[in-house]
């Protein structure tokens, strides 16, 4: 940590503490940082101050130090909660799941009250597809706490990887209710409907996702493609065109806008749209070679 550390002066070690949370309470991380690396040296066996050197080098975007400074914190505060659950944290972020839940399963051997562990464990155990742990602990987290809508997202997605379907909708029903502004909710039930035929109310839905994140592309994609599949092309190229405004570089939504021209025989537009196709298709990428024999062998036509 070398790199942030600062000359030392002559202020006191509460004098540093405090000049430090200062800082911190104004946003200037980086000489909090700085304030905080020299008591370190002062008071090597004070947790608290390695603790928030941790804290701040996650908002620098540094999750890498900041796991050194909280297993450093945990070294001097073997009990403390807020330590491991930072260093929990910390690991989730990182992708590391496995060191994440046991450290959660550690803090909820602790206290088996602590709610937001539970849940961080649940997300880790969901993304290491450990899936009936997480539905079991999304459960307990909503039995602790009935009206937390991100918990009802989280598990109804369990719940549809179960293959629980009915059971996902209505707790996708439940979080929209609670939280009406939830566009993911309303995108994932669209995506139900859309596996089950069930045009009308994916669309019904997609709208809603649209109406409050009006760049979200993958919602825009699906009611082109919709529109598209039930031949209303204006409208198709009316969605393409708004998801391309947001992602311009997005060679998929330019490949999906071509077929739309070429179902209509513009073959004019299909052209220019495959050709923007490739030249934001990643270089060397399997979908770039496709793209490119396609549009050769359509002009060779």
């Known amino acids: 940590m070398e790199e942030f550390e ?10 540093i503490k405090q000049a430090a949370i200062g800082l911190i309470n104004i946003g200037q991380n980086r000489t909090a940082l700085q304030k905080l690396l020299t008591l370190s040296r002062i008071t090597p066996e004070d ?25 450093k914190a945990i070294e001097l505060n073997p009990e403390s909660i807020d330590c491991k659950f930072n260093l929990a944290s910390t690991y989730s972020n990182l992708k590391e799941y496995e060191k994440a839940v046991e450290l959660f399963e550690e803090i909820l051997s602790q ?42 997202f989280y598990l109804a997605y369990e719940l549809k990887e ?16 609670l939280s009406p502004q939830y566009s993911w909710a309303y995108f994932n039930l669209a995506s139900i409907y859309y596996e089950q035929k069930d045009l009308k109310k994916t669309v019904e839905n997609l709208e809603k996702v649209i109406k409050i994140t009006p760049n979200d592309i993958g919602a825009l994609k699906l009611y082109a493609n919709i529109m598209f599949q039930t031949n209303d092309i204006k409208k198709a190229l009316e969605l393409i065109s708004q998801a391309i405004k947001y992602s311009p570089v997005n060679a998929e939504l330019y490949y999906l806008e071509a077929k739309i021209y070429l179902s209509q025989n513009n073959l004019a537009s299909y ?3 495959m050709k923007s196709a490739i030249d934001n298709a990643e270089e060397g990428s399997r979908f770039k070679k496709v793209l490119e024999l396609e549009l050769k062998n359509h002009i060779k036509k």
Do not use: C, H
């Open 111 to 152: 206290d088996s009250e602590d709610t937001n562990a539970r849940f961080n464990l649940a997300i880790a155990q969901s993304r290491l597809k450990m899936t009936e742990q997480a539905i079991e602990n999304f459960k307990t987290v909503l039995s602790q706490t009935p009206e937390d809508a991100l918990a009802m």
């Open 47 to 71: 947790s608290e101050v390695f603790y928030n050197i941790g804290i701040i080098l996650e908002k620098l975007k540094y999750p890498e130090k900041a796991l050194d400074a909280y297993l």
């Open 162 to 177: 179960k293959g629980e379907t009915e059971g996902a909708i209505e707790l996708y029903e439940k979080a929209i209710g």
């Open 271 to 273: 052209e220019k749209s």
């Open 6 to 15: 600062q000359e030392q002066n002559t202020e006191t070690p509460e004098e």
